[in-house]
């Protein structure tokens, strides 16, 4: 579960095979076990999770999208429930952010930012994990400067992933009907 700047190389070091660290996505397990079950050439599996990860989208929307899929009759309110929980945990966590920035309080600023980098990576909000995540290594690093102006990225972000599932919430109100 440990996804620290060096646990990658420490487990490798270690005697470990492979390294995939919490929250992972699909696509990172799934070309982990194309590369030990398939015996594929690591290095372009690399490049594709390297890229995968370059182009970090303010929402995708796979996440909701599968939950309909599996779940067809109560798939809206389900959804919308999800939506509702994480914007809630995502507004108190922002300003848990801006406290902890305001105050230098590197090891709140690390838990909220690595509270609300999961919940986002989950419900497919992957840029606004990404920069949770560099929220995190600050943290845990003890860095104080910069961070306000991270958390003012964070807010931009979050604005822009409520207004994406916004509009998955009416399509699936209006698919109800």
Known sequence: ASALTGDREVCIAAGMDDYLAKPFRRDALRLALERWVLDQPAGQIEKEVNADEAQAVTFDRSTLDQMCLNQRSGAPRIVAALINSYSADAARLIETLAQASGH????????????????????????????????EQAGLAGERQGNEQKVVLVRQEYEAVRRAMEAVRVEGESTRR
């Open 104 to 135: 230098s309080d590197a090891s709140a600023l690390a838990h909220a930012a690595h509270s609300l980098k999961l919940g986002s990576d989950f419900i497919g909000a992957r840029k606004l994990a990404r920069i949770c995540g560099e929220l």
